[in-house]
């Protein structure tokens, strides 16, 4: 195999690294404003009644859902509109002309995504402090499935940039796909909490897995089997990097 | 002698159907100017976007210095500058940072002197730090040269580089051009234009409905076909050429109010001023004259009827 052209990556992950930071205060502004408004509503009003699941304050209960939320949220929609914007604006030819191959363009792209992410993920985190005491149980787990699940889902969102026409396809998909998994993969409840016809049916829903693993490593709880969720995961990213190589193989709304 | 770019029996079909390019063969000599000529439609582009990387070819190979593109395509690709025919360029990005990404995007390693001589020889230093949104329609032309250029390619592709372009941009353009060929780069550049092959190119190819008609020296074809013809209009009808201008290549028309001339533009001399003083000598009042030059455009006309009647 050809070595890979490194600087190529670099190219495109500082170049995707720098729109974030031309305005990380817009970047960071709304999910953390989100986030304190989840816990308002979800934490002080309803945690109220609530009091605990499974032993675990409800207000800590959600953070890693809430993290989950964003990460999946972030990183589907900096991957996509990422790769989207060279296709939308016709810069993407210079993608195509230059020596950088899937790989590089994959990792630039989605390594960027997942990073900005990740990133966000951390700053709702120790937002998340400010409002109730939580404590990770398995920190080295936590921050690899955060990992984890930023890369699945930037390159979810970098095969969604790939796929869609227009900035109306870009945006569907996390609305319409994205945002409802979460709140049906048991963010802000856990699954054993729904009637058993209901939580076999959540147990369909990917997302579910990426949330119960990511809670288990806060506070040792989960919905399904830790293995499992890691498992699930693999497969995801796995599924997804084929994909991505066949696009790039085809040229499918890429060459002519 | 083996060619920088040398093409094979080249095609593409397209999944419509349509065939936008049928077994060309050409070989590009190293430091050479082709300009690639023929009307919208004909294949140009598809032929440099085969070479770039934009289109898959369905049959035939393309070369450069020896690499397969399909095959070798990393190596020949870090060969290859592309300037696109629509301008297409982030409109955020500045224009030193937008170069120095390309650079990048090609595996070279950070070099901004070479950039700053770059973006100084197309005239773009002052800009260095204003986004692309902020430029002008020749600025930002001038930017997809400087992007093109940012990996020093041994080949520049410029796709109708003066396309909608206004005429002291396009001469602009010719300068960017000339300055090129002076450091070696081999450039191949579509247009349709014939001033532009004219005026800069050392070969000319002609390519209609996706097939190469010809590709010659600029230089033998306007020998061949580029020659003016003198009409002189005479006061009085005469019988026959006087025997004193025979062997000139002189013609009198049936009329035999009008001689016509023909003769060699890049002539050292091109005996005008002779025969007019001849014909004044010998009591030939001329009441008119005008002359005509066969261009390359009707060479490129007549070739093109030729191609699509075959």
Same mark, same amino acid.
């Given at each position: 195999?050809t070595?890979? $052209?490194?600087? /190529? =990556? ?8 720098m ?6 205060w817009q ?12 816990? +308002? ?20 209960? =959600? ?13 589907? %929609? $900096? ?9 939308? %604006? ?6 195509? +002309? %230059?020596?950088? /191959?899937? =790989?590089?363009v994959t990792l ?25 005491g ?9 921050? @690899? ?6 890369? /699945? ?14 900035f ?22 856990? @699954? ?5 016809f ?6 369909? $829903?990917?997302?579910?897995?990426l949330?119960? /693993?990511?809670?288990w ?23 997804c ?15 002519e | 002698?083996?060619g920088?770019i ?8 397209y ?19 082709? !300009? ?5 439609? *004909? ?7 085969? #070479?770039?990387?934009?289109?898959v ?29 629509? #301008? ?8 030193f ?15 901004d ?10 005239a ?16 930002k032309r ?5 992007? *093109?250029? !940012? ?25 960017v051009?000339?300055q ?5 780069v081999?450039? #191949? ?7 532009e *092959?004219?005026?800069? !190119? ?6 209609s409905k ?5 590709i ?23 019988h ?6 025979l ?54 006309i ?9």
């Amino acid at each position: 195999m050809t070595l890979l $052209n490194w600087p /190529g =990556i670099w190219a495109i992950f500082h170049h995707e690294m720098m729109r974030f930071f031309r305005t990380i205060w817009q970047s960071l502004a709304s999910p953390v404003v989100s986030t304190v408004l989840y816990f +308002v509503v979800f934490g002080a009003a309803i945690g109220g009644r609530i009091q605990s699941v499974e032993g675990v304050p409800y207000g800590a209960f =959600i953070v890693p859902g809430l993290m989950m939320l964003t990460v999946l949220q972030q990183a589907v %929609s $900096n991957a996509s509109f990422g790769i989207y914007f060279p296709k939308f %604006s016709g810069t993407i030819y210079e993608y195509l +002309v %230059s020596p950088v /191959g899937w =790989i590089e363009v994959t990792l630039g792209f989605v390594g960027a995504a997942a990073a900005k992410a990740i990133l966000i993920a951390l700053v709702i985190l120790a937002t998340s402090f400010f409002f109730v005491g939580v404590h990770i149980l398995h920190p080295l787990w936590m921050l @690899a499935f955060l990992f984890l699940t930023a890369l /699945g889902f930037s390159l979810l969102g970098f095969i969604l940039g790939l796929w869609a026409k227009s900035f109306e396809q870009l945006q569907i998909v996390p609305m319409m796909v994205i945002t409802p998994l979460v709140f049906l993969g048991g963010a802000f409840y856990s @699954a054993s909490m729904l009637p058993p016809f209901w939580e076999g049916v959540a147990k369909l $829903n990917p997302v579910l897995y990426l949330i119960s /693993g990511f809670r288990w490593s806060f506070f040792g709880l989960a919905d399904v089997p830790v293995g499992v969720s890691l498992f699930a995961v693999a497969i995801f990213i796995v599924i997804c990097l084929a994909i991505i190589r066949w696009i790039f193989a085809t040229g499918w709304r890429l060459r002519e | 002698m083996t060619g920088i770019i040398e093409i094979d029996n080249l095609s593409k079909q397209y999944d419509s159907g349509t065939k936008a390019l049928s077994d060309v063969t050409m070989s590009i000599e190293e430091g050479e100017i082709i !300009a690639l000529l023929g009307p919208n439609g *004909a294949g140009k582009t598809t032929l440099i976007s085969i #070479i770039c990387g934009l289109v898959v070819p369905t049959g035939g190979t393309v070369r450069v210095d020896g690499h397969d593109i399909r095959t070798d395509w990393r190596a020949a690709r870090k060969l290859i500058g592309l300037v696109p025919q629509e #301008i297409a360029l982030e409109p955020f990005e500045t224009v030193f940072n937008s170069v120095r990404f390309t650079r990048g995007l090609y595996g070279e390693g950070r070099d901004d002197a070479y950039i700053e001589q770059v973006l100084r020889s197309l005239a773009l230093w002052d800009k260095r730090d204003a986004a692309t949104k902020d430029l002008s329609g020749g600025m930002k032309r001038r930017v997809l040269i400087a992007k *093109a250029l !940012a990996h020093r390619p041994k080949v520049l592709f410029l796709d109708e580089p003066t396309a909608g372009v206004d005429v002291t941009l396009r001469r602009e353009m010719w300068q960017v051009v000339g300055q090129l060929r002076r450091e070696g780069v081999t450039i #191949i550049l579509t247009t349709h234009y014939l001033e532009e *092959a004219e005026e800069m !190119a050392d070969r000319v190819g002609v390519i209609s409905k996706g097939q190469l008609l010809l590709i010659r020296p600029k230089d033998e074809l306007m020998r061949e076909f580029g020659r003016k013809t003198l009409t002189i209009e005479l006061d009085e009808a005469l019988h026959a050429i006087p025997s004193e201008l025979l062997g000139r290549g002189l013609e009198l028309a049936p009329e035999g109010d009008r001689i016509t001339y023909n003769y060699d533009t890049t002539a050292e001399r091109t005996g005008i001023a002779r025969l007019l003083g001849e014909l004044a000598t010998l009591g030939i009042t001329v009441r008119d004259v005008s002359t005509r030059q066969s261009s390359l455009e009707e060479v490129f006309i007549s070739l093109v009827q030729e191609g699509e009647a075959a």
